[in-house]
């Protein structure tokens, strides 16, 4: 089956960590570029960070930059992401998306930093 699952999500206060895990399964994984978007409730979608193939070129949007890092483990068909210094703004519904298209996404993971 197709798909990918995301986990790691909680409650946090602010200036906390958390790592997001996502799961996946059904496609040759090392073939995808992925990224992490999220939704904070009312708002629209954010492009939050993406990474390559190879996991070497990994990008990131300003608000998360220098406090966000995205990984993946191509043996393991996983990406992740490691998140420090959590901030209220960052409180949203994280998704797991595949590809320079965004044709898979996961259930999303929620994140709620406390002030």
């Known amino acids: 089956q197709v798909q990918l699952v995301e986990s790691g999500g909680g409650l946090v206060p602010s200036g906390g960590s958390l790592r997001l895990s996502c799961a996946t399964s059904g496609f040759t994984f090392s073939n995808y570029w992925m990224h992490w978007v999220r939704q904070a409730p009312g708002k629209g979608l954010e492009w939050v960070s993406d990474i390559n193939i190879e996991g070497s070129d990994p990008s990131y949007a300003d608000a998360v930059k220098g406090r966000f890092t995205i990984s993946r483990d191509n043996a393991d068909n996983m990406v992740y992401l490691q998140m420090n210094n959590l901030k209220t703004g960052d409180s949203a519904l994280y998704y797991c998306?595949?590809?320079?298209?965004?044709?898979?996404w996961g259930q999303g993971t929620q994140v709620t930093v406390s002030s």
């Open positions: 998306v595949r590809s320079l298209k965004f044709d898979l």
